[in-house]
């Protein structure tokens, strides 16, 4: 069974937090209880990620409106609408050739059964890794994001992160970005475990910051 965000376990969290880790109680305190939603539209989810990475929330956006409008369907495109664009109409709005190519893969792989939803639930966190990691353009970073705020698993370290190294770096007294294994290391000798996703979550808020994208 995998610990989820809910009002209920938000609140255990930051009191677990708070009560092992002294450089997480004055941001705890500060920030509130984490606003971690999850939600079960995991297809949608990794379009959108797709179409935001390495770029400004703004700019994200404003494709994914132009995006969505493009199929002129009054609902988000499925698998099949996405098939039916060519390439050149993916760019029109605004998409990189790159990222337009990713998004079919999605869409192909979805319509071949390669990817599945509708049991990633009773996965573990690194069996959903190895799944996601299959789709062009979704690196583990991605799926991280995924884990944390669209399923909401309470128990996702991002060491790959840029923002948790740097926030890292600056609470902890580093000379240094850390390393993922010194990351590692820090979470288990503060007692993250297993709320690691909402230590994350305080860390991103020290620096008043978001999740930075590291997949290409």
């Known amino acids: 069974m995998h610990l989820i965000a809910t009002p209920i376990t ?81 760019r029109s709005v605004g998409l990189s050739r790159q990222k337009g ?20 639930d009773a996965l573990s966190n690194n069996e959903i890794i190895t799944e996601l990691t299959q789709i062009k353009g979704v690196g583990v970073w991605t799926v991280h994001m995924f884990l944390m705020f669209c399923m909401g698993r309470l128990d996702v370290l991002p060491v790959g992160d840029l923002g948790i190294k740097n926030g890292i770096q600056n609470l902890y007294g580093l000379d240094h970005s850390p390393a993922p294994d010194e ?8 007692n993250w475990h297993p709320y690691a996703s ?3 979550w305080y860390i991103w808020h020290s620096l008043d910051n978001k999740p930075t994208a590291v997949d290409s």
């Open 10 to 90: 938000l609140k255990v969290a930051a009191t677990h937090l708070a009560k092992h880790d002294s450089a997480l109680a004055p941001i705890i305190k500060r920030a509130g209880l984490s606003t971690i939603t999850p939600h079960r539209n995991y297809y949608q989810e990794l379009v959108e990620s797709i179409i935001s990475q390495q770029l400004s929330v703004k700019a994200a956006a404003t494709i994914l409106k132009r995006f969505v409008a493009l199929f002129d369907t009054g609902h988000f495109p499925t698998p099949e609408e996405i098939l039916q664009k060519d390439i050149e109409q993916l």
């Open 101 to 120: 190519s990713y998004i079919q893969d999605l869409a192909l792989k979805v319509i071949e059964g390669t990817v599945k939803f509708d049991h990633l």
């Open 183 to 190: 990351i590692v290391k820090i979470a288990d000798d503060n």
């Open 198 to 200: 909402i230590a994350s």
